[in-house]
């Protein structure tokens, strides 16, 4: 189960089908990456694939532990498949998030963060977790602020 | 040893007294950052903490696995002292890094790096460790490119 953590949280960060990015209002960046977390936060907690999957960039790289890198948005949607599809019936029972100490230059920011997920699982125990992530967001041409990089390992 | 891992790696990416980081020579800031990780690496095999720790930023902060995020390099610094006085006599025989997709925008860099490390510690199998590592790096007024954030996972 040590090992699966870093995949259901992923599953639940990483979703299948396409979907368009939210766009921030105009306003300044921090402003826009704290609607960003909402987004996140708001995503994960719902299990929505599509939703999260917006919020990367095409060449997003996510660095679980003891898992290759995956990189790309198929990947990572293939990735998100093969887990979801491990856990037939699971729901967020909560999902808390909060990140910290944003510095931004030009299109490129970094942020840390802190999850507690506990997710329920048929016939199983919950699955009650809590991890870092080290967030590397890009604001495309379009205006929107998007995950580049993503690492996570445990509280 | 498994919950150790992350305190040895850091031991060897963090040194315990100041010392001035290098400057680079003028140059593109891939080259610089390319820069950057060679000495990174040059520090780190020789385990010499006082060059690694000059590689931070003051705000650096270090994101282990079951840790507590280390913020700024006072606490680095201590973190280090803490885990090299428990491994006297330790050396590094063998340190490889590998950094890969650097991002940039202003004075904000981001990186993923593999690394592999084998310490030898008196009256103990050695030590041998493969990790990715997330970094971001901020260029400083002066022009030195240094370690904000840092994350650990196992490969």
Redesign the interface.
Known sequence: MRRFLPLLLLAFAFPALAQTAPVPPPGNPASEIDSFNNHLAAATRAMDNSATLALWAD?G?S????TD?IVGKPALAAFFNNVTSSIPGAHMEKFELQCH?L????????E?CTEHQIVAIPNKPSFDCRG?M?L?L?RSPAGQWLL??K?????
């Open positions: 060449e790289i660095l679980l532990p003891s890198p100490d510095q931004l230059s030009g299109d490129l920011a970094t840390w870092k080290l590397v890009r580049t990089r690492m996570w390992n445990p509280a």
